[in-house]
């Protein structure tokens, strides 16, 4: 139970914990984990228990390689398990396996591997000082079941630390970019918006009513049309994005143009969209220069014109 609450408390804390009860509760003498470094093809100890009077392992089985492993690497990486009742029956290829078990006085082991999106991540391992009787089915499964939830876990954790960060560095470049944000539920209608949405139209968040026809009331009247346009386009899955540009009334009740581009986050089970998200950025500076270029370009080609008259 405690795995379904890991973002209340310290995974490693957690792991820790669990490798003692579980230890204890198959009368181990160690129980370990280990992970995989694939860029540098090595092994790592970065887990560990072990009962009262074995020696702990763990600083000194950092950066192994795997070649010097093979057959327990290729093992784990077929997804299956190591089980050896007696080390001193391992198979003639596990002889370099073999004598790192036997250095350590572990005469009984089973290892079960960990793997995250059909890849050996790392693995879990339980040793015994004296030799064992061969396990039941049920014995494993116990084992496998508690890697699979070890596995679980560290991935969750991760993947919600990669997605803070993300949305810490997300953030930051919003902000820095001062792009507006909207987030649309398509199915009630309602909308978030960030402070950058409100403060571009010179509003307070507090002002706006988190709603898609408070959006759409602030469209321009001789642009509304098109921009529904490029929108259920969009909605019926005929184009990528929703991208238009178009101006939106301000607070003080003038006009900023807006380039607004979306896309479809979320779609039902029959293809229908639930949400929708995108950004809103302030153009009407590039509007301006692009206007004023333009009526240089008409000036010149006017004046153009008229010196070629003159000179016929």
């Known amino acids: 139970i405690d795995f379904l609450r890991t973002e209340e408390r310290d995974i490693d804390t957690l792991i820790n914990g669990t490798l003692e009860k579980i230890g204890t509760f198959v009368d181990a003498d160690r129980t370990y984990i280990f992970d995989v470094d694939h860029e540098a093809e090595t092994l790592s100890n970065t887990y560990e228990w072990c009962s009262e009077g074995v020696e702990p392992q763990i600083d000194t089985l950092q950066d192994l390689p795997q070649e010097a492993l093979p057959w327990w690497t290729q093992t784990l990486k077929n997804s299956d398990d190591i089980i050896i009742p007696k080390v001193s029956e391992l198979p003639p290829e596990a002889e370099a396996?073999?004598?790192?078990?036997?250095?350590?006085?572990?005469?009984?082991?089973?290892?079960?591997?960990?793997?995250?999106?059909?890849?050996?991540?790392?693995f879990i391992g339980f040793d015994w000082v004296e030799e064992q009787e061969p396990w039941s089915d049920e014995f494993i499964d116990i084992l496998r079941m508690t890697s699979e939830l070890i596995t679980t876990a560290r991935d969750r954790e991760q993947r919600e630390q990669e997605l803070r960060e993300l949305t810490n560095r997300l953030n930051l470049?919003?902000?820095?970019?001062?792009?507006?944000?909207?987030?649309?539920?398509?199915?009630?209608?309602?909308?978030?918006?960030?402070?950058?949405?409100?403060?571009?139209?010179?509003?307070?968040?507090?002002?706006?009513?988190?709603?898609?026809?408070?959006?759409?009331?602030?469209?321009?009247?001789?642009?509304?049309?098109?921009?529904?346009?490029?929108?259920?386009?969009?909605?019926?899955?005929?184009?990528?994005y929703y991208d238009t540009e178009h101006r939106m009334q301000t607070a003080a009740g003038d006009w900023k143009w807006i380039r607004d581009v979306g896309r479809v986050a979320e779609r039902d089970d029959d293809g229908e969209p639930i949400r929708a998200v995108g950004i809103h950025i302030d153009i009407t500076e590039q509007k301006r220069q692009r206007k004023e270029l333009e009526q240089s370009e008409t000036i010149i080609q006017a004046l153009s014109d008229a010196v070629y008259v003159v000179d016929e």
């Open 173 to 240: 470049a919003v902000e820095g970019a001062n792009l507006g944000v909207w987030d649309w539920n398509i199915q009630t209608d309602a909308v978030t918006f960030n402070e950058q949405w409100a403060e571009m139209l010179g509003l307070s968040l507090d002002e706006i009513e988190p709603t898609l026809n408070m959006w759409e009331q602030r469209v321009h009247p001789d642009d509304r049309e098109r921009v529904n346009t490029a929108l259920d386009d969009h909605l019926r899955g005929e184009t990528e």
């Open 97 to 122: 396996e073999q004598e790192l078990l036997q250095e350590q006085n572990i005469e009984s082991l089973i290892v079960t591997p960990m793997i995250s999106d059909n890849e050996l991540v790392g």
